[in-house]
């Protein structure tokens, strides 16, 4: 069964710096999404992207995150200057769109900001 | 606005018994409710979905969820609890087809020997 693949699976950052969070999307998928966890708490949507645009943004997903479809098959999520607050685990779906179709999701990076 | 409880964060069964996690949801329009399991250090999978096309919906690993829209429930249930079924369990739910899910704040399933 196809599945979602996020890189790496665990990505450690000097506070400040920029990191890059990669995901591969189930191939025939149209709609990617960017969910966050932090430790302990509920999965938090963060953006969703539909034909290479955003599509909706929480308000955590404010200036310093952006997202990416560089080629046909990556979905990035970018953040640029990195907080310790960002430490968390960033988890990649994508689907299909249909009414009957859920989103899938991948096994995650745990961002760590030291 | 759309919102999912699980109204309990901690549920505790010993092995062979009835497993039962809450779901209760709030929407101003039909919604596609979702049960995910999450076990240590990996992804969310899907245990079953709703989206009107039956209330009662079987999921993998013996689970079942029943959506009832009189009490605005999606109950997770299983028979017989098995060791491997420990776990965090998620409800969710979606709006329209494409938007965000929505998570509740997770039930984490305890089973005793």
């Known amino acids: 069964e196809p599945e979602v693949t996020q890189t790496p699976s665990h990505q450690v950052t000097q506070m400040g710096q920029e990191v890059i969070l990669r995901c591969v999307p189930i191939?025939?998928?149209?709609?990617f999404y960017w969910y966050r966890q932090i430790l302990g708490q509920k999965v938090e949507f963060l953006v969703s992207?539909?034909?290479?645009?955003?599509?909706?943004k929480s308000e955590i997903f404010d200036d310093q995150f952006s997202v990416e479809r560089p080629d046909g098959s990556n979905f990035t999520l970018k953040i640029r200057s990195t907080k310790l607050e960002d430490s968390a685990m960033y988890f990649c779906?994508?689907?299909?769109?249909?009414?009957?179709?859920?989103?899938?999701f991948g096994d995650g990076t745990r961002l760590s900001i030291l | 606005a759309q919102s999912v409880t699980q109204l309990d964060s901690h549920v505790s069964v010993s092995e062979g018994t009835p497993v039962l996690l809450r779901c209760n949801y709030s929407?101003?329009?039909?919604?596609?409710l979702f049960w995910y399991v999450q076990h240590p250090n990996k992804g969310l999978q899907l245990l079953l979905k709703?989206?009107?096309?039956?209330?009662l919906v079987k999921g993998i690993n013996g689970f079942e969820a029943e959506f009832k829209k009189s009490e605005t429930s999606f109950h997770l249930t299983k028979p017989s609890a098995h060791m491997s079924d420990a776990a965090e369990y998620f409800c969710?739910?979606?709006?329209?087809?494409?938007?965000?899910?929505?998570f509740g704040s997770g039930t984490r399933l305890s089973i005793r020997p």
């Open positions: 992207f539909y034909n290479n645009e955003i599509s909706e």
């Open positions: 929407s101003s329009y039909s919604p596609s």
């Open positions: 969710a739910g979606r709006g329209s087809s494409a938007s965000k899910i929505i």
């Open positions: 191939s025939n998928h149209l709609y």
């Open positions: 779906a994508s689907t299909g769109g249909g009414i009957n179709q859920p989103q899938h």
């Open positions: 709703y989206t009107s096309a039956a209330t």
